[in-house]
T-cell receptor, first 117, second 111 residues
Framework: ETGVTQSPTHLIKTRGQQVTLRCSSQ?????VSWYQQALGQGPQFIFQ???????GRGNFPPRFSGLQFPNYSSELNVNALELDDSALYLC????????????????FGPGTRLTVL | SQELEQSPQSLIVQEGKNLTINCTSS?????LYWYKQKYGEGLIFLMM?????EEKSHEKITAKLDEKKQQSSLHITASQPSHAGIYLC???????????FGRGTSLIVHP
């Protein structure tokens, strides 16, 4: 069984640029969630995708957008990068929606470290 | 919105000592997750507690959920250097699909 994988592991961008981060969910999982974790903070929920539809979004501006593909892998796109976007971006997958009444367990990937200069 | 406060923020213990980390919610807890994170890496699932009074154990780690106090505690018995890392609690406020995490407790275990 393959776990959650993310690419790239590290990325350096300059302010104003755009970035795409990728996540492959664990085998059998149809739900992917994205989180931003700044240094010394807990993960902040960005959004969750269930069967290719966004289901739940945290307090992030529209320049953070996502996509989930038919194979349930996912992308996180961030436009017009700002210095404060520098963080560890985590992806988590689950076999069904995380939260709500079901509370399916989430499995996290190793993260992508984004640095914005 | 729900907030989770963890205490202590950091902990340094001698190998073999017991320790407890607390996670207190600003709202009713319907379920709570505990994760461990090594610095700069992804989160490793430890356990999920869903019912008031529920207690779960995994190796030398025990977690309890006290619904009335809106609090969960994580207890490590006879700590080892391998227990070092950041412990995070996370929860979904009732019926929500938006999770909240605490800021984490950093644990260092000296051999």
């Amino acid at each position: 069984e393959t776990g959650v994988t993310q690419s790239p592991t590290h990325l350096i961008k300059t302010r104003g640029q755009q970035v795409t981060l990728r996540c492959s969910s664990q085998s059998g999982h149809n739900t992917v969630s994205w989180y931003q974790q700044a240094l010394g903070q807990g993960p902040q929920f960005i959004f969750q995708y269930y069967r290719e539809e966004e289901n739940g979004r945290g307090n992030f501006p529209p320049r953070f957008s996502g996509l989930q593909f038919p194979n349930y892998s996912s992308e996180l796109n961030v436009n017009a990068l700002e210095l404060d976007d520098s963080a560890l971006y985590l992806c988590a997958s689950s076999s069904g929606l995380a939260g709500g009444r079901l509370n399916n367990e989430q499995f996290f990937g190793p993260g992508t470290r984004l640095t914005v200069l | 919105s729900q907030e989770l406060e963890q205490s202590p923020q950091s902990l340094i213990v001698q190998e073999g000592k017991n320790l407890t980390i607390n996670c207190t919610s600003s709202k009713t807890l319907y379920g709570l997750y505990w994760y461990k994170q090594k610095y700069g890496e992804g989160l490793i699932f430890l356990m999920m507690l869903q019912k008031g009074g529920e207690e779960k154990s995994h190796e030398k780690i025990t977690a309890k959920l006290d619904e009335k106090k809106q609090q969960s505690s994580l207890h490590i018995t006879a700590s080892q250097p391998s227990h070092a890392g950041i412990y995070l609690c996370g929860a979904f406020s009732g019926g929500s699909y938006i999770p909240t995490f605490g800021r984490g407790t950093s644990l260092i275990v000296h051999p």
